[in-house]
């Protein structure tokens, strides 16, 4: 069976086809677009000029990728769309865009919780069998775990999410968007590292852990209280330039390491404890923070010490797209399930534990 | 609790039986100040993947703050594992060693045997653990303490086997000390949530443990309206009208 992948949930629109040739069988990837728009160095993508984007792009996306794919559209079985959760106008575009497709071409939908697309994905990438999730992306941040048909929330974000949190802070730095803001500032971590030696060293931002749950609000605001302080290679002979113990001016460089390693220990410290407490040595990283390597790095070293195994994807399945809507669409399908097209809404807000697992067992 | 006592240091690893494997610490089984004092050991090992200064940052104020909250429970007369010593520097916190299993196991082993009907008979026994955890719990509470990562593995029940036993909660690495609602409330969403996703057979029982809590101490009721908002507020809820 063969799906169309439709996604539009933030500022990425992403059209995938996948393939599934038998229940059995590895799920085939035939075309995986993806169109991102960015913003101005200093600003956010808004709802009205993303869901704008999504609706320039998004004839001319479906048409490559059934070229690419070498197919028609009777070739279609389903069309699966992004139900939520998401920005609210850029979901309505890709929604009303899916109707039309459906309409077009008289075929069945299925509307998918973006979440699932991301973990479903993920494990169909990696082989990762029953693993804890650490879902880590612009607008969500969660530690999930499988139980009883329910991929259940153990940790996530009290305020903001840790790449809403990341973004802002590029943003109070000036950091440009593209390609991605978390992009940049990682590569300016790295130059951090290697201007201090050894592993660099870190200004001391607030560290805030709750049990499995975490609050990146405070850090983000103690970045942006040091801002003006910060050495930008004109006046830092001023007094009140932000200095290390050494006497060695911080530079953006050195927040944005400092930013990664404190938030990032705290994604690691909630995965390990969400393993600790359901007994799990495996762990999947999914989501657009998903693709950072510090990350997968630090990831991988708690996941060595329990005696575990990490699994990431690349920035082509980590990063919001088409084909973990088409994938996570289909195997819904598979089991029956669909909507008619007066069903077909989306909603802001879809909890990633509202999802009924049918096509898992009970116990994983 | 009046000395700390200088620990023989490094312990006798012969001496040291692992217990578990949490995710912050390990906890062993040894003997400290004298060879018949049975203690946990709690180890915090460093974190590889955490930057050195962070990593001691972390490691000196999560041990500091566990011994002056345990301290403090047993100068108010809570029953909690009792200090024994401590080293922040090496990482090291050793502790009286509590007897019996946790209420995770104690009860997983009483689901398995009666399934989740615990509307029976049988079901009064589950019922009575469930308020004792609320009744610890509200205690703790109640001489301001918060503890920061409830969950059903972190409470024990002193008892080999049955559900019979005082609670003892344990593991106070998170904890603070707080008197607000918000932290209370929290506390209590945090076990609910680990409730929740660690025995979804038997969602229904932690409204026991809410409902002794509520008579626990001056301020409990406000405690668990509180948590109504407190649930309310995870990201993403659905939001009708």
């Given at each position: 069976m063969i799906a169309l992948g439709l996604e539009g949930s933030a500022n990425k629109l992403g059209i995938g086809i996948i393939s599934h040739p038998s229940p059995t069988a590895e799920p085939h990837v035939l075309a995986n677009l993806r169109h991102t728009y960015n913003s101005p160095p200093g600003t956010g993508f808004l709802p009205k000029d993303t869901a704008l984007h999504h609706r320039a792009y998004f004839v001319r996306l479906v048409k490559r990728a059934l070229y690419q794919a070498h197919l028609t559209p009777a070739d279609v079985d389903v069309i699966c769309y992004t139900r939520g959760p998401g920005m609210g106008a850029c979901l309505t575009s890709v929604a009303i865009a899916a109707r039309t497709l459906a309409a077009l071409w008289d075929k069945p939908m299925v509307g998918v919780n973006h979440c699932v697309g991301h973990i479903e994905m993920g494990r169909?990438?990696?082989?990762?069998?029953?693993?804890?999730?650490?879902?880590?992306?612009?607008?969500?941040?969660?530690?999930?775990?499988?139980?009883?048909?329910?991929?259940?929330?153990?940790?996530?974000?009290?305020?903001?999410?840790?790449?809403?949190?990341?973004?802002?802070?590029?943003?109070?730095?000036?950091?440009p968007n593209d390609p991605a803001p978390g992009y940049n500032v990682e590569m300016m971590a790295r130059k951090a590292v290697k201007r201090r030696g050894k592993e660099g060293e870190l200004?001391?931002?607030?560290?805030?852990?709750?049990?499995?749950?975490c609050s990146f609000s405070g850090i983000l605001s103690a970045v942006e209280a040091l801002v003006g302080q910060l050495a930008t290679g004109e006046d830092d002979?001023?007094?009140?330039?932000?200095?290390?113990?050494?006497?060695?001016?911080?530079?953006?460089?050195?927040?944005?390491?400092?930013?990664?390693?404190?938030?990032?220990?705290?994604?690691?410290?909630?995965?390990?404890?969400?393993?600790?407490?359901?007994?799990?040595?495996?762990?999947?990283?999914?989501?657009?923070?998903?693709?950072?390597?510090?990350?997968?790095?630090?990831?991988?070293?708690?996941?060595?010490?329990r005696g575990g195994t990490v699994f990431a994807t690349d920035e082509r399945f980590c990063i919001d797209n088409g084909i973990m809507i088409a994938h996570a669409g289909l195997v819904a399908y598979e089991t029956g399930v669909q909507v008619s097209i007066e069903e077909s809404d989306c909603t802001q807000r879809f909890r990633t534990d509202e999802v009924h697992i049918g096509w898992r067992d009970k116990d994983g | 609790m009046s000395t700390i006592h200088i620990p023989p240091s490094p312990f006798n690893p012969s001496d040291l039986t692992l217990i578990t494997q949490g995710a912050e610490a390990l906890?062993?089984?040894?003997?400290?100040?004298?060879?018949?004092?049975?203690?946990?050991?709690?180890?915090?090992?460093?974190?590889?993947?955490?930057?050195?200064?962070?990593?001691?940052?972390?490691?000196?104020?999560?041990?500091?703050?566990?011994?002056?909250?345990?301290?403090?429970?047993?100068?108010?007369?809570?029953?909690?594992?009792?200090?024994?010593?401590?080293?922040?520097?090496?990482?090291?916190?050793?502790?009286?060693?509590?007897?019996?299993?946790?209420?995770?196991?104690?009860?997983?082993?009483?689901?398995?045997?009666?399934?989740?009907?615990?509307?029976?008979?049988?079901?009064?026994?589950?019922?009575?653990?469930?308020?004792?955890?609320?009744?610890?719990?509200?205690?703790?509470?109640?001489?301001?303490?918060?503890?920061?990562?409830?969950?059903?593995?972190?409470?024990?029940?002193?008892?080999?086997?049955?559900?019979?036993?005082?609670?003892?909660?344990?593991?106070?690495?998170?904890?603070?000390?707080?008197?607000?609602?918000?932290?209370?409330?929290?506390?209590l969403y945090v076990l609910e949530r680990a409730f929740v996703s660690t025995h979804p057979q038997a969602e229904g029982l932690f409204g026991e443990v809410l409902r002794v809590y509520a008579d626990g101490y001056k301020g409990a009721k406000g405690v668990v309206k509180k948590l109504d908002e407190v649930r309310q507020r995870g990201r993403k809820k659905s939001m009708l009208g």
């Amino acid at each position: 069976m063969i799906a169309l992948g439709l996604e539009g949930s933030a500022n990425k629109l992403g059209i995938g086809i996948i393939s599934h040739p038998s229940p059995t069988a590895e799920p085939h990837v035939l075309a995986n677009l993806r169109h991102t728009y960015n913003s101005p160095p200093g600003t956010g993508f808004l709802p009205k000029d993303t869901a704008l984007h999504h609706r320039a792009y998004f004839v001319r996306l479906v048409k490559r990728a059934l070229y690419q794919a070498h197919l028609t559209p009777a070739d279609v079985d389903v069309i699966c769309y992004t139900r939520g959760p998401g920005m609210g106008a850029c979901l309505t575009s890709v929604a009303i865009a899916a109707r039309t497709l459906a309409a077009l071409w008289d075929k069945p939908m299925v509307g998918v919780n973006h979440c699932v697309g991301h973990i479903e994905m993920g494990r169909a990438i990696t082989g990762a069998q029953n693993p804890v999730v650490l879902y880590v992306s612009g607008g969500n941040t969660q530690v999930i775990a499988y139980a009883k048909h329910r991929y259940r929330i153990f940790g996530e974000a009290l305020d903001i999410a840790v790449g809403n949190c990341i973004d802002r802070v590029a943003r109070a730095l000036r950091i440009p968007n593209d390609p991605a803001p978390g992009y940049n500032v990682e590569m300016m971590a790295r130059k951090a590292v290697k201007r201090r030696g050894k592993e660099g060293e870190l200004v001391e931002l607030p560290y805030a852990v709750k049990g499995m749950d975490c609050s990146f609000s405070g850090i983000l605001s103690a970045v942006e209280a040091l801002v003006g302080q910060l050495a930008t290679g004109e006046d830092d002979e001023r007094k009140d330039r932000l200095k290390f113990s050494d006497g060695v001016l911080v530079t953006p460089d050195d927040i944005c390491h400092s930013l990664q390693e404190t938030i990032y220990a705290m994604l690691v410290e909630i995965t390990e404890r969400a393993m600790a407490h359901v007994g799990a040595t495996e762990v999947l990283v999914v989501g657009g923070v998903g693709c950072n390597e510090r990350l997968q790095e630090m990831m991988g070293m708690m996941a060595v010490d329990r005696g575990g195994t990490v699994f990431a994807t690349d920035e082509r399945f980590c990063i919001d797209n088409g084909i973990m809507i088409a994938h996570a669409g289909l195997v819904a399908y598979e089991t029956g399930v669909q909507v008619s097209i007066e069903e077909s809404d989306c909603t802001q807000r879809f909890r990633t534990d509202e999802v009924h697992i049918g096509w898992r067992d009970k116990d994983g | 609790m009046s000395t700390i006592h200088i620990p023989p240091s490094p312990f006798n690893p012969s001496d040291l039986t692992l217990i578990t494997q949490g995710a912050e610490a390990l906890v062993y089984k040894t003997t400290f100040l004298t060879p018949s004092t049975p203690t946990a050991l709690k180890i915090r090992p460093p974190k590889t993947y955490r930057h050195a200064s962070l990593d001691a940052r972390l490691t000196r104020a999560r041990i500091l703050a566990e011994a002056r909250v345990l301290v403090r429970c047993a100068r108010e007369g809570v029953r909690v594992p009792a200090v024994l010593g401590a080293d922040w520097e090496k990482g090291w916190l050793a502790l009286e060693w509590i007897a019996g299993r946790t209420v995770r196991h104690a009860l997983d082993g009483w689901l398995k045997a009666h399934g989740d009907d615990v509307g029976s008979s049988e079901g009064l026994e589950v019922k009575g653990l469930m308020g004792r955890m609320g009744k610890a719990i509200a205690q703790l509470h109640g001489v301001g303490v918060v503890h920061g990562d409830l969950t059903t593995s972190n409470v024990m029940v002193e008892s080999e086997e049955g559900l019979e036993g005082d609670v003892v909660v344990i593991d106070f690495g998170l904890a603070v000390m707080s008197v607000q609602e918000e932290d209370r409330a929290v506390d209590l969403y945090v076990l609910e949530r680990a409730f929740v996703s660690t025995h979804p057979q038997a969602e229904g029982l932690f409204g026991e443990v809410l409902r002794v809590y509520a008579d626990g101490y001056k301020g409990a009721k406000g405690v668990v309206k509180k948590l109504d908002e407190v649930r309310q507020r995870g990201r993403k809820k659905s939001m009708l009208g």
